[in-house]
């Protein structure tokens, strides 16, 4: 195998590491993360039980099986994007200082 093919390879292999989500997958997540919050079964009163992000790992791969989307760092650093997306959304809307915004 050349140096090149190897490469390639090697870059489709890891592709999920520093990968980009694509609009299905991020749909998906959120669709899965509204079904364990509303099941009960992982949800807490101060957010997620232990072992939710296993189980968001096994509900994607059954709809996306080729993405390749593990708990550990996938899951864990797109959630980390959303709550910080929000909560700059939030802010604007109903936070103090907004000038009447919301």
């Known amino acids: 195998m050349s140096v ?3 490469s390639i390879a090697s870059s ?3 592709r999920r590491t ?4 694509v609009l299905k ?3 998906a997540l959120v669709v899965y993360m509204v079904d364990l919050n509303n099941v009960g079964t992982y949800n807490a009163d101060t957010g997620f039980k232990v072992d939710y992000l296993n189980e968001l790992e096994r509900m994607l791969e059954k709809v996306l099986p080729h993405a ?3 708990a550990k760092p996938n899951l ?4 980390r994007i959303f709550k910080r997306d929000w909560a700059i959304v ?3 809307l109903s936070g103090k200082d907004n000038s009447d915004f919301g």
């Open 18 to 21: 520093k990968g980009k989500w």
């Open 25 to 27: 997958e991020d749909v």
């Open 90 to 92: 939030y802010d604007m």
């Open 76 to 79: 864990v650093s797109r959630i």
């Open 12 to 14: 489709q292999n890891s």
């Open 4 to 6: 090149f093919s190897q």
């Open 68 to 70: 390749m989307l593990k």
